[in-house]
C-alpha cells in the first residue's frame, strides 16, 4: 500500500490540487457518476482519491485504479428500517471519518468531495473546514423524499431528514445538483446562493455505452424482449412492471413477450416471490448484478426499455441513469409520467398514467406492434444523448464549479430551456 501510495504522490505531483470523494451507498467504481467525476477531475489535473463500501466484484481494501486511489471499507451490515439505516449510516460515517485522517496525515487533500446518500457527511467536511479545506456536497438523492417514498410517512424522521440536508447544505462551499429540480431544492429549502449551486447531471459515457448486435439467446424463445435495469428497490417500481407483464401475458394473451430484469437490491428476492405470485416466472428473468458485458447485451437486445418508478415526490424529482443508458443506446422507453424523467428522454418515450400498470402495459404493447415508431423515437433519443446529454456535456459545469471553490466570485449555474 505505500509503494502505492508513493508512486501515486509521483505520478499526480506535489502541486496538483488534492480531492478525496465520499461515497457511502455503492462501491467505486461500480458507482458510474462517481467515477466519471473522479476521473474528470484525474484529467484536469487534480490528485483524485475515494473512499467507498466493498462489494462484490469490489473486494479489495485499496487499489490504484486509473491513476485514481480508492480506499474501500466493510459495512456491518445494509440498513431495512429507520433504525438500521441509522446503525448503517453511523457505521460507515465512523469508519469513513478514520481512513479520511489516516490519508490526510499520509499526503492530505484540499477538497472533501461528499456524495449523499446520507446527509451526514457534512460533520466529516465540517472537521476538516477547520483545518482549511473546502467541502463539496454533491447532491444525489432527495433524502426527506426518499424516506417518505419508502415508509409512507412524514413524522419525526423526515423532519430530521430535512435538518440534516439543510445542514449539508449551510456546510457546503458549493453543491452539485443532478438537474434543475435538485437546483430549487437547493436554493429554496437548502438556502444556498444561486451562484454555488452547478446543475452536474449524471450523463452516460459513450465510451462505455456501445450499440452492438443483439443476443436473441436472451430473448428466451419469444419475439420481444423487454429490458430493465436498475436498482431493486421498494420505491424502484418493479411490483408494477410485473403487474403490466401479467396483464400482457394473461388478460391479453401476448406470449410472444419475455422481460429482463438485470440489477440487485433489497427487494430482489420479494420481486421474485411476486413474479411467482402473478405466474410470470417463465416470462421473466431475474440476473441479479451482472458484468457490463452481460447488461449491455440486455440493452442491446431489448426491443424496448423501461422504467416502471412509482410515482412519488422522490422519482417526480430525480433523474435516472437507467433512462439516459437506454436512450444513449437507441432503445423507445415506456415509462410513468414523472417530471424529471419526461425532461430527460422527451419524445424517446412513451408516457404512462402514474400507479396503473394496466396503462403501462399497453403503451409497452403499442411499441411492439409499431416497428417505425420504435425506431424514430430510439434515435430521437441516442440523438439527444450525444448533442445534449451525455457526460461529455457536463464536464464543463463540474469543472467550472471546481474553479469557483477558488475564485470570489462564484459563477452562476444555468441551463438553457432547450437542453
Known amino acids: 500500500m505505500l509503494v502505492s501510495q508513493s508512486l501515486w504522490n509521483r505520478r499526480r505531483g506535489s502541486a496538483a490540487r488534492r480531492v478525496l470523494i465520499l ?24 490528485a483524485v482519491s ?29 440498513g431495512s428500517g429507520p433504525a438500521g439505516y441509522a446503525i448503517e449510516y453511523v457505521s460507515a460515517l ?21 456524495c449523499n446518500p446520507p446527509d451526514l457527511f457534512f460533520l466529516i467536511g465540517g472537521f476538516f473546514k477547520l483545518f482549511g479545506k473546502k467541502f463539496v456536497f454533491d447532491h444525489h438523492d432527495i433524502n426527506p423524499e426518499l424516506y417518505e417514498s419508502k415508509f409512507g410517512r412524514r413524522g419525526f424522521y423526515y423532519r430530521l431528514m430535512l435538518l440534516l440536508e439543510r445542514l449539508s447544505f449551510r456546510t457546503a462551499d458549493i453543491s452539485l445538483a443532478t438537474n434543475m429540480s435538485y437546483r430549487r431544492i437547493a436554493i429554496e429549502r ?20 456501445k450499440i452492438s448486435p ?44 419475455h422481460f429482463c430484469v438485470v440489477g440487485d437490491g433489497t427487494a430482489l428476492e420479494t420481486m421474485k416471490s411476486l413474479a411467482a405470485a402473478l405466474n410470470v416466472s417463465a416470462y421473466v428473468t431475474f440476473t441479479g448484478r451482472v458484468p457490463d458485458r452481460l447488461l449491455l447485451a440486455v440493452l442491446n437486445t431489448a ?43 422527451k419524445e424517446a418515450s412513451l408516457y404512462a398514467t402514474p ?26 433519443g441516442r440523438q439527444r444523448v450525444l448533442t445534449k446529454l451525455a457526460w461529455r456535456h457536463q464536464v464543463p459545469a463540474l469543472l467550472s464549479a471546481y474553479a469557483a471553490l477558488w475564485s470570489e466570485d462564484m459563477v452562476t449555474s444555468h441551463e438553457t430551456s432547450t437542453a
Open 214 to 257: 443483439a443476443d436473441d439467446r436472451l430473448k428466451r424463445g419469444r419475439r420481444y424482449l423487454i429490458g430493465y435495469v436498475g436498482v431493486i428497490g421498494e420505491q424502484e417500481g418493479l411490483d408494477q412492471l410485473l403487474e403490466a407483464a401479467r396483464h400482457i401475458v394473461h388478460d391479453i394473451g401476448r406470449k410472444d413477450v
Open 94 to 114: 465512523v469508519k469513513i471519518f478514520f481512513i479520511a485522517c489516516r490519508i490526510w496525515r499520509r499526503q492530505d487533500f484540499d477538497v472533501i468531495h461528499a
Open 50 to 78: 475515494v473512499i467507498c463500501p466493498t462489494g462484490s466484484g469490489y473486494e479489495s481494501k485499496f487499489e490504484v485504479s486509473e491513476d485514481i486511489q480508492i480506499h474501500r471499507y466493510r459495512l456491518p451490515l445494509e
Open 355 to 380: 400507479r396503473d400498470p394496466q396503462d403501462f402495459a399497453m403503451k409497452i404493447l403499442e411499441l411492439l406492434d409499431d416497428p417505425v415508431r420504435r425506431t424514430a423515437m430510439g434515435q430521437f
Open 303 to 345: 426491443d424496448v426499455c423501461v422504467n416502471p418508478d412509482q410515482a412519488n415526490a422522490m422519482n417526480d424529482k430525480s433523474t435516472m441513469n437507467k433512462i439516459m443508458e437506454y436512450m444513449a443506446l437507441g432503445k423507445p422507453i415506456v415509462q410513468f409520467d414523472l417530471t424529471e424523467g419526461r425532461y430527460s428522454a
Open 23 to 46: 461515497v457511502e451507498n455503492l462501491p467505486v467504481p461500480f458507482d458510474r457518476r462517481v467515477w466519471q467525476e473522479a476521473m474528470t477531475l484525474r484529467d484536469a489535473g487534480y
Open 190 to 209: 437548502g438556502g444556498m446562493q444561486e451562484s454555488r449551486v452547478f446543475v452536474v447531471r449524471s450523463g452516460p459515457s459513450l465510451n462505455r455505452l
